[in-house]
């Protein structure tokens, strides 16, 4: 193992400074993919406080503590786990809670909105945690599957795609978002702006998206819920929501499922 210097300023993606006066661990993860790439980079044994969101293993909540959801924690609880890192995110906790937990233990926060922002999630987390051959790991293998998924698309025909996360209201992942960014690695033009901007089955029509998808969170769309959108012509898929909104080691299994989802989406309809 390498010898690391402590203290360790770190700077999160946000930009904000803190100071780790020795390698954490005790880790409190507060975002459900970000816990899966702790177990994945062999850290297990240092996390010790979860979300109730984190499902992955899936038998992970049974081990670690159980602290609250993603937008509400017991704080009461983190403190008593003594953590002396909690991981973060922009998009899945609030800056509310993010000002309590400072008040415990430095409090890392991840910001991520295109595929350089979760390689470079994976290199901090690396070096911050002592393990930066397994994160490198890590991201040589999606670099090189997504090598793959793009030499697959290589000359086909973009598609207009509009990606829905929720029923009522109708709400879809806009231009300004990881998920975006996902489906622009398959080749999708999103047809939405923003983003999550409510819509309804009006503006879908005008838009003519080539694809609708529907995904399994946070809604759970399910094959009874295609009938909504039976007056589209556009072709409607239910795609695993994990897959496009997850970052950090799902993104291993990811780029399979892109794969696949790219045979599926391109049949006639």
Same mark, same amino acid.
């Given at each position: ?17 803190? *100071? ?16 899966? !790439?702790? $177990? ?19 038998? !992970? ?44 233990? +430095?409090?890392?926060? #991840?910001?991520? #909105? ?8 994976? &290199? &901090? ?16 293998? $999606?670099? #090189?599957?997504?090598?793959?998924? *793009?030499?697959?698309? #290589? ?5 207009? $795609? ?6 009522? +209201? ?52 399910? *094959? ?13 898929? !239910? ?12 993104? !291993? ?8 989802? &790219? ?7």
């Amino acid at each position: 193992m390498n010898n690391y210097s402590f203290s360790m300023e770190i700077t999160d993606q946000l930009g904000r400074k803190f *100071e780790l006066p020795e390698i954490p661990k005790r880790v409190v993860s507060l975002v459900p993919s970000q816990t899966e !790439l702790l $177990v994945d980079l062999d850290l297990e044994k240092k996390l010790v406080g979860i979300t109730k969101f984190c499902v992955h293993p899936k038998d !992970l909540r049974k081990r670690k503590k159980v602290v609250g959801g993603t937008k509400s924690v017991h704080l009461d609880k983190i403190e008593a786990l003594h953590p002396n890192l909690i991981l973060c995110n922009k998009e899945e906790n609030t800056e509310e809670m993010v000002l309590e937990l400072e008040k415990i233990a +430095p409090v890392h926060v #991840s910001d991520i #909105s295109k595929m350089e922002d979760a390689f470079q999630i994976i &290199q &901090q987390y690396g070096k911050i945690l002592c393990c930066e051959n397994k994160a490198e790991k890590i991201i040589a293998g $999606v670099k #090189s599957k997504k090598s793959l998924l *793009e030499k697959k698309l #290589s000359g086909r025909k973009k598609l207009k $795609v509009a990606y829905f996360i929720w029923k009522k +209201p109708l709400m879809v992942a806009g231009t300004d978002t990881f998920i975006n960014a996902l489906l622009e690695l398959n080749g999708f033009k999103n047809v939405y702006t923003g983003r999550y901007p409510e819509t309804n089955l009006q503006e879908l029509q005008e838009l003519k998206p080539d694809l609708v998808f529907l995904s399994s969170e946070p809604f759970p769309f399910k *094959e009874k819920d295609k009938k909504i959108f039976k007056d589209t012509k556009a072709k409607i898929i !239910l795609v695993d929501g994990e897959f496009f909104s997850w970052y950090g080691s799902r993104l !291993l299994d990811a780029m399979d499922y892109f794969m696949h989802l &790219q045979d599926h989406a391109s049949i006639s309809r």
